[in-house]
């Protein structure tokens, strides 16, 4: 049985190149990769504990188990970059970089977390090291995190970056572009400037401004009212003022879309 949002057999002839090949000794598994990677997608969609992914995608212990295990292995991470090679060497990428952040309430049991991840029964793993503060800080919606998100115009993520939900977007801009890395599907260095940036005013700080001068990327800010105010009154030393682009405005919509943590954005880029 397939649902809705289940991958085609078109995706899913992409998605099988990318995935690594199988080592698991003894009696084959009573449920293939496409059902457990399809129970994953569905739980990721929804939101629901691991135990009511439905029967059809398998059991919920071995879906969990597999994307536990390519948690742990960085597989994820190297699916993702695949599908960044593919994309961009069918020119599917604009390279119009939009940089924005959200927000997301963390779970009440997070409040219990260990303040020392190597102390833990079993370590976080993945390819990067756990942040020291789990990601998880004090702000009006109390214990949050924050996900900072660098995507092109085709809502295609780039780069993200986990912080505590009190830390602010402008310390994290330069770190947030830093991650952007599309390797190349021939020979060449892999891809790390964008050809511009369009962010919110949260990011329209100096250090920002002269980071994107400095790497000789265009961007798409718009300034304060009191620092234009500033600009005016120092006259002719206070520099141009920002000017704003009804166009760049229209094309931060792409970070507002769905991103990777939605399956359905998996499948526009297995598509394409």
């Known amino acids: ?5 289940d991958l085609t057999d078109a995706q899913w002839r992409v998605l099988e190149s990318l995935l690594p090949a199988g080592k698991r000794p003894g009696r084959p598994s009573r449920w293939n990769r496409r059902q457990l990677i399809d129970g994953i997608r569905w739980r990721v969609r929804v939101g629901a504990p691991w135990r009511d992914v439905p029967p059809c995608y398998g059991s919920w212990q071995a879906i969990y188990a597999l994307f536990r295990r390519w948690q742990r292995a960085g597989v994820w991470q190297q699916i993702l970059t695949g599908l ?3 994309a961009d060497a069918a020119g599917l990428i604009t390279w119009d970089v939009s940089v924005d952040s959200t927000i997301a309430r963390a779970h009440q049991h997070a ?13 976080p793993g993945g390819i990067g090291a756990e942040p020291i503060d789990h990601a998880l800080g004090r702000s009006r919606g109390r214990w949050t995190t924050k996900l900072h998100l660098a995507c092109e115009q085709g809502s295609k993520p780039l780069s993200m970056l986990l912080t505590a939900g009190h830390r602010g977007d402008s310390p994290q801009f330069a770190a947030v572009l830093e991650g952007i890395r ?24 100096r250090d920002n401004r002269t980071y994107l001068h400095r790497r000789g990327i265009r961007a798409r800010i718009p300034s304060k009212i009191d620092q234009d105010a500033h600009r ?27 991103t990777v943590a939605d399956p359905e954005w998996c499948g526009r880029v297995l598509d394409s």
Do not use: F, N, Y
Request: hydrophobic share 30%; proline share 10%.
């Open 1 to 5: 049985m397939t649902r809705r949002h």
């Open 84 to 86: 960044h090679a593919r």
């Open 111 to 123: 409040a219990g977390a260990r303040r020392r991840p190597d102390q833990q029964i079993e370590p």
């Open 182 to 205: 599309v390797p190349r599907s021939g020979v060449g260095r892999p891809r790390l400037r964008p050809d511009r940036v369009i962010a919110d005013r949260a990011c329209t700080s």
């Open 232 to 258: 005016r009154a120092k006259g002719s030393a206070g520099g141009r003022l920002g000017l704003s682009c009804p166009a760049a405005r229209r094309a931060r919509h792409a970070r507002r879309r769905p």
